[in-house]
Antibody, heavy 123, light 107 residues
Framework: QLQLRESGPGLVRPSETLSLTCTVSGGPISTSSYYWGWIRQPPGKGLEWIGSVYYSGNSDYNPSLNTRVTISIDTSKNQFYLKLKSLTAADTAAYYC???????????????WGQGTQVTVSS | VLTQSPGTLSLSPGEGATLSCRAS???????LAWYQQKPGQAPRLLIY???NRATGIPERFSGGGSGTDFTLTISRLEPEDFAVYYCQQFGGSPPFTFGQGTHLEIK
């Protein structure tokens, strides 16, 4: 059974950079049928796609975050990463790592989710 | 933009529920999905390709629609079905967007 697990700091200061890791177990990350992504959810609010990365390293980002975000991947560790810089209180949210179906006729949905990690931006 | 209605739906176990998701532009049915989220949990994929149940999803959940109007139907509500439901599309900018959610609560 595929599992995704986020790890990283729960509290980050304003203007600093958030670094999160997603560790994938139960299957390889270097698969051609999927991208690997990050989605966030501010407290009491809806879901926002941050971006996704392919095993080759190709990545796509939400234009609203494009200048602040970097998503990378390490296939040897079966991990992928999120870096979000210049944090403000508006970045306080639960951050989820996800697997994104990319190949086939029916695609572009998120079929596996991590349990989420809460990140608070505060001094 | 995806707009879900109603914002809150109050029903009793055993009743049927119909949730709506309306897009501001045509969405390919191949790229429309629904998720269920319970308090304190990550969302769970229910439906992909507008009408295909994900692995392990009970048959009482069904999806339909095309173009700009999509629906999620729950035929007979079980106590565990009371949650928040989100629709999601691919296309446009940003490429992935979610509706604001429908809160299905016990009446």
């Amino acid at each position: 059974q595929l599992q995704l697990r986020e790890s990283g700091p729960g509290l980050v200061r304003p203007s600093e950079t958030l670094s999160l890791t997603c560790t994938v177990s139960g299957g390889p990350i270097s698969t051609s049928s999927y991208y690997w992504g990050w989605i966030r959810q501010p407290p009491g609010k809806g879901l926002e796609w941050i971006g996704s990365v392919y095993y080759s390293g190709n990545s796509d980002y939400n234009p609203s975050l494009n200048t602040r975000v970097t998503i990378s991947i390490d296939t040897s560790k079966n991990q992928f990463y999120l870096k979000l810089k210049s944090l403000t209180a508006a970045d306080t949210a639960a951050y989820y790592c996800v697997r994104q179906r990319w190949f086939g006729i029916l695609k572009h949905y998120f079929d596996y989710w991590g349990q989420g990690t809460q990140v608070t931006v505060s001094s | 933009v995806l707009t879900q209605s109603p914002g809150t739906l109050s029903l009793s176990p055993g009743e049927g529920a119909t949730l709506s998701c309306r897009a501001s532009q045509n969405v390919s049915s191949s790229y429309l999905a629904w998720y269920q989220q319970k308090p304190g949990q990550a969302p769970r994929l229910l439906i992909y390709g507008a009408s295909n149940r994900a692995t392990g999803i009970p048959e009482r959940f069904s999806g339909g629609g095309s173009g700009t109007d999509f629906t999620l139907t729950i035929s007979r509500l079980e106590p565990e079905d009371f949650a928040v439901y989100y629709c999601q599309q691919f296309g446009g900018s940003p490429p992935f967007t979610f509706g604001q959610g429908t809160h299905l609560e016990i009446k």
